[in-house]
T-cell receptor, first 114, second 111 residues
């Protein structure tokens, strides 16, 4: 069964600190992995997208890593800001259909305190 | 910010009413999607469309229906709302490289 598991479920950090969110997946065949940020009451916004051959990709203070062999990904947030408070969702796409089916994790709820 | 819009943003309605959630995008994307999301849970695909006059049911069974008469417009309809339909509904469209862009969502509450 294709699944995407994220940890931790929730995380509280102080402003200015770094944090790392984890994503493990069993989706096969693998096409790409995306990290989205979803603010409360809003739709998800794409942060990064990585294909099989990419190990790391950065978007400002966000750096995603991918290990396709172990089927693990992480999202590292540097020097956190209050505006980083949101749910971070790991999404994996398969190559098994023309739809490019997306499998969503439940997200990590990050809260940044001043 | 993606050019994909949803209305209404919030809706509280009584049981048995017919409702239509609107979704439109100005990016010219052929593929569009409807997802349902409960608090703290993952998104579930309920409908998708490859283009005009093309609609398919997604992974999660839903009593809603969709139509795609114009490329830019993908409305979702519930003929008779029930409390079990209370949820957040997210519309999305994807570009040719399959990057998905989400709308802001409609928070539906059925009393």
């Amino acid at each position: 069964k294709n699944q995407v598991e994220q940890s931790p479920q929730s995380l509280i950090i102080l402003e200015g600190k770094n944090c790392t969110l984890q994503c493990n997946y069993t989706v096969s065949p693998f096409s790409n992995l995306r990290w989205y940020k979803q603010d409360t009451g809003r739709g998800p916004v794409s942060l990064t997208i990585m294909t099989f051959s990419e190990n790391t990709k950065s978007n400002g203070r966000y750096t995603a890593t991918l290990d396709a062999d172990t089927k693990q990904s992480s999202l590292h947030i540097t020097a956190s800001q209050l505006s980083d408070s949101a749910s971070y969702i790991c999404v994996v796409s398969d190559r098994g259909s023309t739809l490019g089916r997306l499998y969503f994790g439940r997200g990590t709820q990050l809260t940044v305190w001043p | 910010e993606a050019d994909i819009y949803q209305t209404p943003r919030y809706l509280v309605i009584g049981t048995g009413k017919k409702i239509t959630l609107e979704c439109s995008q100005t990016m010219g994307h052929d593929k569009m999607y409807w997802y349902q999301q409960d608090p703290g849970m993952e998104l579930h695909l309920i409908h998708y469309s490859y283009g005009v006059n093309s609609t398919e049911k997604g992974d999660l069974s839903s009593e809603s229906t969709v139509s795609r008469i114009r490329t830019e417009h993908f409305p979702l309809t519930l003929e008779s709302a029930r409390p079990s339909h209370t949820s957040q509904y997210l519309c999305a469209s994807s570009d040719p490289v399959a990057e998905q862009y989400f709308g802001p969502g409609t928070r539906l509450t059925v009393t």
